[in-house]
């Protein structure tokens, strides 16, 4: 990208930050005002339910003190016979206008009742089982009638005639009409889900107008009916989306015997960002506008001399050094200029000597891990051959036995140079990758299957969990069982008290991962940063070429290695390929 169009980009940038910066403000505090609104009509309503409730259950405790004030109902307290009385809660609850009455005894067997006539001599426990129904105000109850159950706001007296006690039990329904007598505010409903059965009834929400559907609404009402407290959800989207506010109604016994939903349409708030929306897109496309123009010209004054610096500084990345920039300028761009010849100039020299440094590092770190690596087995030759000459010397007569048995230990030893120089020899010229398909399960199980023995002698457990659905892989089959073999004898001596060593593989998008996981004595974060650094070992034995080598396979295969590993904790190397 010029620089050019980075600074068209970085003027458009601002000036379209700015409109969205004020559009958002202008958004932000549109929505809370909104919103402000809208919680304080949703106060309003829910003042006004619980005034109406409170005004009708007023309406109900009065009318259920006249019916237990009159004479009519002492009569049928002291009566011998209630069951002449029968019918008598229909004819005194429609006069007060009360849909639900009964006339109950002390011992709370029903005398009469309006809304189910047949229950007449049923007990009604929860009546005869409370007392103090005089400083008891209306509450909320599950109401069971002839045709089913309801909720109703009812309120209970007691008549008192000699020692006879006679309760009047009235109520009204809580119902659609309960509703309707709400005054809604515009873009507000008001539902009612009556919580009558142990399991969620969709037919028990009702509005105004009678059941509605449900929709999204059941869930919020299972949330009021699980927990028992108010919650409040946004349900919909875009101009459809509602607020509802979902309050628990409680009974007597603090049960929950319905859920009233207050909702609130967004459609008014969607509308306006809509057009705050549109708004800031018209001024946004105008400030680009003025952001090109401003960009071209500004750009024209200064990005020549930046351009032809950059045609310099590309000969040099192409290898030309002693690249030079005229300088003609004496503001930034010519600083920069002079900066730049002094660099080029620098970096000629730089490079002789860093080239030379580096190949004189290189010399010497061979030559360190040679003599290390060589040190060893040369002085058991030294001892041996010194052996031979000093039998030979003091005890000819013992010098073919020290001849077998020296020559054992010279062969021995020349073997493991020739291992060392091999090791060195091999990460030296490692092959170019054969591809070809691959699963890598089967390498993996051959490795471990290979290494049984090792395993058991060191007391570590295998484990082996191969995805059965893994994909073959472009691999060289050879090279990636060296990866598997190098890692498998790392983790075992990595556990030289024993412990478990688990070989996973598993698809990775497109390709396969391959872990293998050990419980050993694991690494610090230092050990790990350099621990596929060619000739370094955190063990006492070793070249320090293994890890390296497995990073040069899996670099070959253009995969990738990584390291997992906490002191006292295991290590994992996780392998991707593909």
Same mark, same amino acid.
């Given at each position: 990208?010029?620089?050019?169009?980075?600074?068209?980009?970085?003027?458009?940038?601002?000036?379209?930050?700015?409109?969205?910066?004020?559009?958002?403000?202008?958004?932000?505090?549109?929505?809370?005002?909104?919103?402000?609104?809208?919680?304080?009509?949703?106060?309003?309503?829910?003042?006004?339910?619980?005034?109406?409730?409170?005004?009708?259950?007023?309406?109900?405790?009065?009318?259920?003190?006249?019916?237990?004030?009159?004479?009519?109902?002492?009569?049928?307290?002291?009566?011998?016979?209630?069951?002449?009385?029968?019918?008598?809660?229909?004819?005194?609850?429609?006069?007060?206008?009360?849909?639900?009455?009964?006339?109950?005894?002390?011992?709370?067997?029903?005398?009469?009742?309006?809304?189910?006539?047949?229950?007449?001599?049923?007990?009604?426990?929860?009546?005869?089982?409370?007392?103090?129904?005089?400083?008891? $105000?209306?509450? /909320?109850? *599950? +109401?069971? &009638?002839?045709?089913? @159950?309801?909720? =109703?706001?009812?309120? #209970?007296?007691?008549?008192?005639?000699?020692?006879?006690?006679?309760?009047?039990?009235? $109520?009204?329904? /809580?119902? *659609? +009409?309960? &509703?309707?007598?709400? @005054?809604?505010? =515009?873009?507000?409903? #008001?539902?009612?889900?009556?919580?009558?059965?142990?399991?969620?009834?969709?037919?028990?929400?009702?509005?105004?107008?009678?059941?509605?559907?449900?929709?999204?609404?059941?869930?919020?009402?299972?949330? #009021?009916?699980?927990?028992?407290?108010?919650?409040?959800?946004?349900?919909?989207?875009?101009?459809?989306?509602?607020?509802?506010?979902?309050?628990?109604?409680?009974?007597?016994?603090?049960?929950?015997?319905?859920?009233?939903?207050?909702?609130?349409?967004?459609?008014?708030?969607?509308?306006?960002?809509?057009?705050?929306?549109?708004?800031?897109?018209?001024?946004?496309?105008?400030?680009?506008?003025?952001?090109?123009?401003?960009?071209?010209?500004?750009?024209?004054?200064?990005?020549?001399?930046?351009?032809?610096?950059?045609?310099?500084?590309?000969?040099?990345?192409?290898?030309?050094?002693?690249?030079?920039?005229?300088?003609?300028?004496?503001?930034?761009?010519?600083?920069?200029?002079?900066?730049?010849?002094?660099?080029?100039?620098?970096?000629?020299?730089?490079?002789?000597?860093?080239?030379?440094?580096?190949?004189?590092?290189?010399?010497?770190?061979?030559?360190?891990?040679?003599?290390?690596?060589?040190?060893?087995?040369?002085?058991?030759?030294?001892?041996?051959?010194?052996?031979?000459?000093?039998?030979?010397?003091?005890?000819?007569?013992?010098?073919?036995?020290?001849?077998?048995?020296?020559?054992?230990?010279?062969?021995?030893?020349?073997?493991?140079?020739?291992?060392?120089?091999?090791?060195?020899?091999?990460?030296?010229?490692?092959?170019?990758?054969?591809?070809?398909?691959?699963?890598?399960?089967?390498?993996?199980?051959?490795?471990?299957?290979?290494?049984?023995?090792?395993?058991?002698?060191?007391?570590?457990?295998?484990?082996?969990?191969?995805?059965?659905?893994?994909?073959?892989?472009?691999?060289?089959?050879?090279?990636?069982?060296?990866?598997?073999?190098?890692?498998?004898?790392?983790?075992?001596?990595?556990?030289?008290?024993?412990?478990?060593?688990?070989?996973?593989?598993?698809?990775?998008?497109?390709?396969?991962?391959?872990?293998?996981?050990?419980?050993?004595?694991?690494?610090?974060?230092?050990?790990?940063?350099?621990?596929?650094?060619?000739?370094?070992?955190?063990?006492?034995?070793?070249?320090?070429?293994?890890?390296?080598?497995?990073?040069?396979?899996?670099?070959?295969?253009?995969?990738?290695?990584?390291?997992?590993?906490?002191?006292?904790?295991?290590?994992?190397?996780?392998?991707?390929?593909?």
């Amino acid at each position: 990208m010029t620089l050019r169009t980075r600074l068209l980009l970085i003027f458009t940038g601002v000036v379209v930050a700015a409109v969205v910066l004020v559009g958002g403000l202008i958004s932000r505090t549109t929505r809370e005002a909104f919103e402000r609104t809208e919680n304080q009509r949703v106060e309003a309503l829910v003042a006004q339910f619980r005034q109406e409730f409170a005004r009708r259950g007023q309406e109900i405790a009065r009318a259920v003190n006249g019916i237990a004030a009159s004479d009519r109902t002492v009569n049928i307290a002291v009566s011998s016979d209630p069951a002449v009385y029968y019918n008598e809660a229909s004819a005194l609850g429609a006069a007060q206008g009360l849909d639900l009455l009964e006339l109950v005894a002390g011992d709370g067997a029903i005398i009469s009742s309006a809304e189910w006539p047949a229950r007449f001599g049923y007990k009604e426990e929860w009546l005869a089982g409370t007392r103090d129904w005089k400083t008891r $105000g209306p509450f /909320l109850r *599950r +109401e069971e &009638l002839a045709d089913g @159950v309801t909720l =109703a706001l009812a309120a #209970v007296a007691e008549t008192h005639a000699g020692d006879r006690t006679l309760y009047v039990a009235g $109520g009204q329904r /809580l119902d *659609r +009409e309960f &509703l309707s007598s709400l @005054v809604l505010p =515009a873009g507000m409903r #008001v539902l009612l889900y009556r919580n009558l059965e142990p399991q969620i009834a969709p037919a028990e929400l009702i509005g105004p107008s009678g059941p509605v559907p449900q929709g999204d609404l059941l869930p919020l009402i299972e949330e #009021v009916r699980q927990n028992a407290r108010e919650v409040t959800r946004t349900l919909g989207s875009g101009a459809d989306a509602e607020v509802f506010q979902a309050l628990p109604l409680t009974g007597n016994g603090d049960n929950l015997l319905g859920v009233l939903l207050i909702g609130s349409s967004r459609r008014d708030l969607v509308e306006l960002e809509a057009f705050l929306r549109y708004t800031s897109v018209v001024l946004a496309a105008g400030g680009i506008l003025m952001g090109i123009g401003l960009a071209w010209w500004a750009t024209a004054r200064v990005t020549r001399p930046v351009r032809a610096l950059a045609a310099s500084a590309g000969k040099v990345a192409a290898g030309n050094w002693d690249t030079t920039v005229e300088v003609t300028a004496g503001d930034e761009i010519g600083q920069l200029a002079r900066a730049f010849n002094r660099m080029t100039q620098e970096l000629v020299g730089q490079r002789e000597r860093l080239v030379q440094a580096e190949r004189v590092a290189a010399w010497r770190e061979l030559a360190r891990r040679l003599a290390h690596e060589l040190k060893n087995p040369l002085f058991p030759l030294q001892i041996t051959v010194e052996n031979l000459q000093r039998a030979r010397d003091q005890h000819p007569e013992q010098f073919d036995e020290v001849f077998r048995e020296s020559t054992a230990t010279l062969i021995a030893e020349l073997e493991n140079l020739k291992l060392i120089v091999g090791r060195f020899s091999d990460f030296a010229k490692m092959p170019t990758p054969q591809k070809q398909p691959v699963q890598l399960n089967e390498l993996a199980g051959e490795a471990v299957q290979l290494f049984q023995p090792q395993l058991a002698q060191a007391g570590v457990t295998g484990r082996i969990d191969l995805d059965p659905r893994l994909p073959t892989v472009a691999a060289d089959p050879e090279q990636i069982t060296r990866v598997l073999r190098n890692l498998i004898l790392n983790a075992i001596d990595a556990m030289p008290h024993g412990g478990t060593l688990a070989v996973r593989t598993k698809a990775h998008g497109s390709g396969v991962q391959l872990e293998v996981s050990d419980t050993g004595q694991g690494l610090t974060p230092e050990e790990c940063d350099r621990l596929f650094t060619p000739y370094y070992t955190t063990k006492t034995h070793g070249t320090g070429l293994g890890l390296a080598i497995v990073q040069s396979v899996i670099s070959d295969h253009h995969g990738r290695i990584a390291v997992e590993s906490q002191p006292g904790r295991g290590t994992t190397f996780r392998i991707q390929l593909g």
